[in-house]
């Protein structure tokens, strides 16, 4: 269930909202969770909008993109790591129609630690988030 943060500056992406959803979703695909909406309801993208004179890197520049993605220990092996910062890369580059993005996107993955998670004030473990999928599938309410 990960968390991603973008950070671009304002007027980068027009349709915000798609963004995050096809963001979210494809993180989804690559940590191979179920259609469940124990995870469709609990990932969540949030597009950032940051004045020009917010970022910079050391050469003056602000036209980059920062994506962070948390995601729970162990989700992603070297595999899915490379097919997620791909992905989201090009989901950046086709939101902003701007090919040239793509040298200039940041996607950093971060893992949270074991019972690093927190949903509905618990800090759930590997084992919770698992135990908790097995009992929505067992009762059959997919995410559709």
Same mark, same amino acid.
Do not use: L, R, W, Y
């Given at each position: 269930m990960p968390m991603i943060d973008v950070y671009a500056t304002e007027g980068t992406f027009k349709h915000k909202h798609t963004l995050a959803q096809d963001l979210a979703r494809a993180v989804m695909r690559w940590e191979a969770v179920p259609d469940l909406a124990l995870f469709s309801d609990n990932t969540a993208a949030f597009i950032h909008d940051l004045p020009a004179? %917010?970022?910079s890197n050391a050469a003056g520049d602000s036209n980059y993109v920062r994506v962070q993605v948390l995601t729970p220990v162990n989700v992603l092996d070297r595999t899915k790591q490379l097919g @997620? @910062?791909?992905?989201l890369t090009g989901i950046i580059v086709a939101a902003a129609g701007d090919p040239s993005l793509a040298n200039r996107t940041w996607v950093l993955i971060t893992e949270s630690p074991e019972g690093g998670w927190g949903i509905d004030g618990h800090a759930y473990t590997g084992a919770e988030i698992a135990q908790a999928a097995r009992r929505e599938l067992a009762a059959?309410? #997919? %995410? #559709?």
């Open positions: 004179d %917010a970022i @997620v @910062v791909k992905e059959g309410s #997919g %995410a #559709g």
